[in-house]
């Protein structure tokens, strides 16, 4: 098992421009999900990915986007950045279609700052 | 809808004390239930999880949670305290894919 890595780790962006979150899921995790991270807060639901389309979304708007690859790795894309966009952003992924029993496997996150 | 609600954002025990950290869920439908941990500067690790059958399930580092459907609730436990087990802890209920966590409980160890 290779574990879920992110990259980077750290970034910092100023208000109104637009970043790129990386992820490679765990070999064999056909499914990938984003989940925000507010500081004092659980994790939020951003979307997830399944054979690279996008199989559910929680409540964030359009300019919160996202792309699966063949190759177990995804991307986060966030346009027109505003500073309330500043959290860490958790990628996670699991076996199977997301809607059976299984639980996650979590990366460590990017840690976002908008300024 | 689903909602999870973790009671007490901070809980403190003393080293080889019983740690209770308390969850209570809404689902329309039966959830399934986990518990994450995670530590300083880093991602959610999963403890342990209940899909069906047996309501009491094991988990890693002697953690423990028992499904009460009566009472809506998934609380999490560990008979003795042990300084490492200082983290943050979430309680997810999961439906049709979509994982939604709780606030979160901070877990302080006091030697």
């Known amino acids: 098992e290779t574990g879920v890595t992110q990259s980077p780790t750290h970034l910092i962006k100023t208000r109104g421009q637009q970043v790129t979150l990386r992820c490679s899921s765990q070999s064999g995790h056909n499914t990938v999900s984003w989940y925000q991270q507010a500081l004092g807060q659980g994790p939020q639901f951003i979307f997830q990915?399944?054979?690279?389309?996008?199989?559910g979304r929680g409540n964030f708007p359009p300019r919160f986007s996202g792309l699966q690859f063949p190759n177990y790795s995804s991307e986060l894309n966030v346009n027109a950045l505003e500073l309330d966009d500043s959290a860490l952003y958790l990628c996670?992924?699991?076996?199977?279609?997301?809607?059976?029993?299984?639980?996650?496997?979590f990366g460590s996150g990017t840690r976002l700052t908008v300024v | 809808a689903q909602s999870v609600t973790q009671l007490g954002s901070h809980v403190s025990v003393s080293e080889g004390a019983l740690v209770l950290l308390r969850c209570n869920y809404s689902s329309s439908v039966p959830p399934y239930l986990f518990w994450y941990v995670q530590y300083p500067n880093q991602g959610l690790q999963l403890l342990l999880k209940?899909?069906?059958?047996?309501?009491l399930v094991k988990g890693i580092n002697g953690f423990e949670a028992e499904f009460k459907k009566s009472e809506t609730s998934f609380h999490l436990t560990k008979p003795s305290a042990h300084m490492s087990d200082a983290a943050e802890y979430f309680c997810a209920v999961k439906r049709a894919g979509k994982s939604t966590f709780g606030d979160g409980t901070t877990l302080t160890v006091k030697p």
């Open positions: 996670a992924s699991s076996p199977g279609q997301g809607s059976l029993d299984y639980g996650y496997t």
């Open positions: 990915y399944y054979r690279e389309e996008e199989n």
């Open positions: 209940y899909t069906t059958g047996a309501t």
